[in-house]
């Protein structure tokens, strides 16, 4: 069967002429008329303008603290914020061994020892706020202490903290016994990730930086409601307007035209997402700096087994983006090939994005392997890149976000043959 | 080149739009005239190998069209009766990328292009995007794509709705110098279109081939039957009972100009020559 399917991509898209000479001039007559539409430049300033607005909703709840002449606390939000926080965070910049966070743990259990709950906000702007990334990456192992919130760290001890790297490969390991089981393949394989993972871990300030790489997704989603806005169109309208009898009774006007009508939808909703991950991503590094990238996501999860930075996850995020959008798109024109109205695309579409955003929710796990297999599923890929999940086919163990991948991969060219084979054989009512 | 449409039915959810229609087509404008909803378009939607029929087939030189593919596609030129102009082009650009989609290559398909525009007096359109055209310029539009392949086969399905008559009369003199080499298919219910033109008609009634000849073949059962007599307005209503009325004009006097079919002189009207619109009206009208 994959055999068969190698071969028919193969025949339909590269053994053919598609990329002679006309063939290309047909690509760029069909991209000037995508290009041209009034619709298509709406889709594109509303997708540019959301990129413009989204990391500057990464900032929410991100605050920076000034004292003023006069004494009085002044609250920074937004870019401020984020500024004054990379400022303040720029003391612990560079490996966080346990010397460093004992130096955390000391400085606050000394200042707690004498100002108790009430530390006057001049000393906390200038000794806790510089290390809080660091005190909550402590405080969220917990490793065993029983207590949360900065209270936790009061019963540290340094011993504590000189094991601090190995107590937290025993919680990790705990957690992976807890999730898997301690004899599955996915364990194997998660603890095999675990391993990988560097320590001690470097630290820079990355306020911000979880959140930005978790609204690629937002990213994303705008790119494929544009994109199945866009794709939708492109065989139906031509069934509605009659134009496709023109076309269908010329020469080239069935698998040639429709190979074209494909790629260069594909072309336009893919360049209009790296448009907007373009812009989104120049205004984060502008907001967060670059440094923060280097980050591991240990920071935002800190049982995760993962191995990656935030610039893994992030570039991960945005290829994967880039796949689901495509793969969403040729969906699109599937269905597009089918319908002689362009709201059931579209529709449909949708809804198979809502979908893939309410999984998380559902705790059934054949509905999540389904909803890993949806071409729509590398929208909600950030989540993934965090957990361990895995899909356990006898001794193999697959990681979710590889799943992904390869049923995002696989559904471009088999929705775009689907497209081609109903475009072809559209039958007239 | 001989052209034959060979016994093709289509049915549509248990309704025949073409019922076992059989007629051999050669070079010359054959008229396909029909009511609406008599079969015309989805005739020749098969013909134009986008639809196929339940049963019969098209066979051009005696093969079968469905066989012969591409290689019949580049045979014809077709010009729907609601065709979607992609609306985002300008008149050049369309006309080019629909040569590109017929198999010409990016140069000639520029010349040819230019050619037509020049011949149907789009020139000055050129630049200008199809959606700002009027009706009669987009049609003329439809005819250039239609020509863009030089067709053997011209397909053309109520190629005169929306043109004004200098339009009309251009359009008829256009495709008159057309016919000369090529087949030529025109559907209309606009029978006075094609009357003048057509070397050969075919009736459609019901999905099903009424009748087929030349002008004077088709027109001669009312040899002799045909009239023309004045009417006062007043009397207009009893006479209609009374014979049947193919067309009347109304004029300045307050009396009626009646064109009517009877087998007899009638007192006081004028025998007039059949028209291939009176055969329609009288036989093949539902």
Known sequence: ?429 | MKLRINHVTKQFQGKTAVDDFTLDLSCGICGLIGENGAGKTTLMNIICAIMEPNTGSILLEGLDVKKMGESYRTQIGYLPQDFGVAPEFAVLDYLEYISLVKGLTAKEGHKRSEELMEYLSLHDDRKRRVCQLSGGTRRRVGIAQALLNDPKILILDEPTTGLDPGERAKFRQMIGNLAKERIVLISTHIVSDIEALSTRNAIMKNGKLAACGTTDELTEPLLGKTWEIKIRSNDMEVFAKEHYVLNMRNSDDGTFSVRFIHENAVHGAAPVHPCLEDVFLWKYLA
């Open chain 1, 1 to 429: 069967m994959e055999q068969l399917l190698s071969i028919l991509v193969w025949r339909m898209f590269f053994s053919g002429s598609i990329w002679l000479e006309r063939d290309a001039i047909m690509l760029t007559f069909e991209l000037k008329r995508i290009l041209r539409l009034r619709s298509t430049i709406v889709i594109l300033i509303i997708a540019l303008l959301l990129a413009c607005v989204l990391p500057f909703l990464s900032t929410i709840g991100i605050n920076g603290y000034l004292i003023e002449d006069s004494g009085s606390l002044q609250i920074l939000s937004g870019y401020d914020g984020v500024k004054s926080r990379r400022e303040a965070e720029s003391t612990y910049e560079g490996l966080a061994t346990p010397d460093i966070l004992w130096q955390v743990i000391n400085n606050y259990q000394t200042l707690h020892a004498e100002y108790g709950d009430n530390i006057p906000n001049e000393i906390y702007i200038k000794e806790i706020v510089p290390a809080e990334t660091l005190m909550k990456l402590i405080v969220s192992g917990s490793l065993g202490q029983g207590q949360y919130g900065y209270e936790g760290l009061l019963a540290f001890t340094q011993e504590d903290i000189w094991n601090f790297y190995e107590l937290r490969n025993g919680a990790v390991e705990q957690y992976l016994i807890q999730q898997l089981g301690g004899n599955s393949s996915a364990y194997q394989v998660a603890k095999r990730m675990a391993g990988q993972v560097r320590v001690p871990f470097a630290f820079h300030a990355c306020q911000g930086w979880p959140t930005a790489c978790g609204n690629i997704s937002g990213i994303v989603m705008i790119a494929i409601f544009a994109g199945c806005l866009l794709s939708s169109r492109v065989f139906s309208v031509e069934y509605q307007s009659g134009a496709y009898l023109i076309l269908k009774s010329a020469k080239n006007g069935c698998q040639k035209l429709a190979k074209v009508k494909i790629v260069a939808s594909l072309i336009v909703s893919g360049g209009l997402y790296l448009a907007i991950l373009l812009v989104y991503s120049l205004l984060c590094v502008f907001i967060f700096g670059k440094d923060g990238l280097n980050v591991p996501i240990q920071f935002a999860s800190f049982l995760s087994p993962v191995p990656f930075t935030f610039r893994d996850v992030y570039i991960l995020s945005a290829c994967m983006g880039l796949i689901t959008v495509l793969a969403m798109s040729a969906f699109t024109l599937f269905l597009s090939s089918c319908f002689v109205s362009p709201a059931f695309p579209i529709a449909i579409s949708w809804f198979l994005l809502v979908i893939q955003q309410l999984s998380g929710s559902l705790s059934a796990e054949w509905i999540q392997l389904l909803c890993d297999i949806l071409p729509s599923s590398g929208s909600a890929v950030y989540g993934e890149l965090f957990r361990i999940n895995f899909l356990e086919i006898g001794n193999i163990a697959i990681w979710s976000p590889c799943v992904i991948f390869f049923t995002n991969l696989l559904a471009i060219p088999v929705c775009s043959i689907l497209a081609i084979h109903f475009y072809c054989c559209y039958k007239l009512k």
